[in-house]
């Protein structure tokens, strides 16, 4: 009789042990699994698809990724062109290939338009934004999950611009941003339309989206000065920085910053012309050496004037028009977009190619040609979900 209790101990603690709880699978199993897993998981219960399916676990399965990360390496790449075909490229250090276009995914999204041209405005955690040059609207796709949301520009707001909008002042658009505030745990969309006045002075209107609330609010912006960006938005350390130059008076380069926390802009002055960009999470200015035609130089920085390391880029490189960099892979190469063929200035074709910065001699290798291409940028799937994440009461 003490045998049979001693074995049915047994089987109950064995039992015991080959118990896990839904909740340990769910936190602790499924937030570590390729996106295409749990998107197949879904469908193995109700309650699978609906916890599988909120933002509580798009969350927890994004802070669990080591992609996540503002340093982490740049293997996938998302891209689209003029005629709004879009690109997710994948690249290993170690991969060997004659052909790197057999890397290229075409994707194709039902965006439910033909006339208008979308230009990138950014990606962050998964959700990439796209949004056209009339601003009517703007959209949050996630590639990962096929999943998208069309964002209209608020009816209010653009019946104050109309008012704004007399005859003697003009306004038009001038830069986008995208971006994740972690402090609040949203994410929002920038618009800054530019006003000229009739006296030569200038200031901005500042429209932001919260995806949150699912609505939009207004600022204004008053440098004085006219100014036009040269570039795309970059994203490191709670701020978006644009390249810029002041049109009058006189012509001077500066960067534009905006403080993600206050919603508030800053003016960096610089010396000449750079090229911004986010390498391994941290801001950096790539600019022309002009002791040394065609070769560049580029600084990343620690904090704002704290340099944590430079890059020579050597004329033999024929990198003078490069239009931008990207980031680094696992191995320390750097991902650059170049305006030339053959070493001869090339505009109607964009070149993506890496440098490798981890040799004694840096060397750079083409990968893929586009023609007119007009926005990059680094990419890792995730669940996060393009639609809003509190809707407006109706009330």
Same mark, same amino acid.
């Given at each position: 009789?003490?045998?049979?209790?001693?074995?049915?101990?047994?089987?109950?603690?064995?039992?015991?042990?080959?118990?896990?709880?839904?909740?340990?699978?769910?936190?602790?199993?499924?937030?570590?699994?390729?996106?295409?897993?749990?998107?197949?998981?879904?469908?193995?219960?109700?309650?699978?698809?609906?916890?599988?399916?909120?933002?509580?676990?798009?969350?927890?399965?994004?802070?669990?990724?080591?992609?996540?990360?503002?340093?982490?390496?740049?293997?996938?790449?998302?891209?689209?062109?003029?005629?709004?075909?879009?690109?997710?490229?994948?690249?290993?250090?170690?991969?060997?290939?004659?052909?790197?276009?057999?890397?290229?995914?075409?994707?194709?999204?039902?965006?439910?338009?033909?006339?208008?041209?979308?230009?990138?405005?950014?990606?962050?955690?998964?959700?990439?934004?796209?949004?056209?040059?009339?601003?009517?609207?703007?959209?949050?796709?996630?590639?990962?999950?096929?999943?998208?949301?069309?964002?209209?520009?608020?009816?209010?707001?653009?019946?104050?611009?109309?008012?704004?909008?007399?005859?003697?002042?003009?306004?038009?658009?001038?830069?986008?941003?995208?971006?994740?505030?972690?402090?609040?745990?949203?994410?929002?969309?920038?618009?800054?339309?530019?006003?000229?006045?009739?006296?030569?002075?200038?200031?901005?209107?500042?429209?932001?989206?919260?995806?949150?609330?699912?609505?939009?609010?207004?600022?204004?912006?008053?440098?004085?000065?006219?100014?036009?960006?040269?570039?795309?938005?970059?994203?490191?350390?709670?701020?978006?920085?644009?390249?810029?130059?002041?049109?009058?008076?006189?012509?001077?380069?500066?960067?534009?910053?905006?403080?993600?926390?206050?919603?508030?802009?800053?003016?960096?002055? /610089?010396? @000449?012309? *750079?090229?911004?960009?986010?390498?391994? +999470?941290?801001?950096?200015?790539? %600019? #022309?050496?002009?002791?040394? =035609?065609?070769?560049?130089?580029?600084?990343?920085?620690?904090?704002?004037?704290?340099?944590?390391?430079?890059?020579?880029?050597?004329?033999?490189?024929?990198?003078?028009?490069?239009?931008?960099?990207?980031?680094?892979?696992?191995?320390?190469?750097?991902?650059?977009?170049?305006?030339?063929?053959?070493?001869?200035?090339?505009?109607?074709?964009?070149?993506?190619?890496?440098?490798?910065?981890?040799?004694?001699?840096?060397?750079?290798?083409? /990968?893929? @040609?586009? *023609?007119?291409?007009?926005?990059?940028? +680094?990419?890792?799937?995730?669940? %996060? #979900?393009?639609?809003?994440? =509190?809707?407006?009461?109706?009330?």
């Amino acid at each position: 009789m003490g045998d049979e209790d001693s074995n049915s101990e047994k089987k109950q603690f064995v039992e015991q042990q080959s118990y896990l709880s839904d909740d340990l699978i769910i936190q602790e199993i499924l937030t570590r699994l390729p996106i295409k897993s749990i998107l197949r998981f879904r469908s193995v219960s109700k309650q699978w698809y609906s916890t599988l399916s909120s933002s509580d676990f798009a969350n927890a399965h994004l802070i669990k990724s080591p992609l996540a990360y503002p340093s982490a390496p740049v293997n996938t790449l998302f891209i689209i062109d003029r005629n709004n075909c879009c690109y997710l490229f994948s690249y290993e250090d170690d991969q060997i290939s004659c052909n790197f276009e057999d890397y290229l995914v075409r994707l194709d999204p039902e965006f439910g338009f033909e006339n208008d041209t979308l230009q990138l405005t950014g990606s962050c955690n998964g959700l990439v934004c796209l949004n056209p040059i009339s601003d009517k609207y703007f959209i949050l796709w996630n590639p990962a999950t096929h999943k998208m949301h069309k964002y209209e520009t608020d009816v209010h707001l653009r019946r104050i611009e109309s008012i704004d909008d007399d005859d003697v002042s003009k306004i038009r658009r001038v830069i986008c941003g995208f971006w994740y505030a972690s402090f609040v745990d949203d994410y929002k969309f920038i618009r800054i339309l530019k006003r000229s006045l009739f006296n030569g002075d200038t200031n901005c209107i500042v429209h932001i989206f919260s995806l949150r609330e699912n609505k939009w609010t207004r600022s204004d912006f008053d440098y004085g000065h006219d100014f036009l960006v040269t570039g795309h938005a970059m994203l490191t350390n709670e701020r978006l920085y644009w390249p810029a130059s002041v049109l009058s008076p006189g012509h001077r380069n500066i960067i534009l910053s905006f403080d993600l926390g206050v919603e508030k802009f800053d003016v960096i002055k /610089l010396e @000449r012309k *750079d090229w911004l960009g986010v390498m391994g +999470g941290c801001l950096s200015k790539c %600019v #022309s050496d002009s002791a040394n =035609k065609d070769a560049m130089l580029m600084h990343i920085y620690e904090s704002p004037g704290v340099i944590l390391k430079s890059i020579d880029f050597p004329k033999t490189l024929t990198l003078g028009m490069t239009s931008q960099m990207v980031g680094f892979t696992r191995t320390g190469k750097c991902f650059v977009t170049a305006a030339f063929t053959d070493g001869v200035i090339d505009f109607q074709n964009r070149m993506l190619g890496v440098v490798d910065t981890g040799t004694k001699v840096l060397q750079y290798t083409t /990968l893929l @040609r586009f *023609d007119m291409m007009i926005g990059i940028a +680094g990419y890792f799937p995730s669940l %996060v #979900s393009p639609f809003p994440i =509190k809707e407006l009461s109706t009330a």
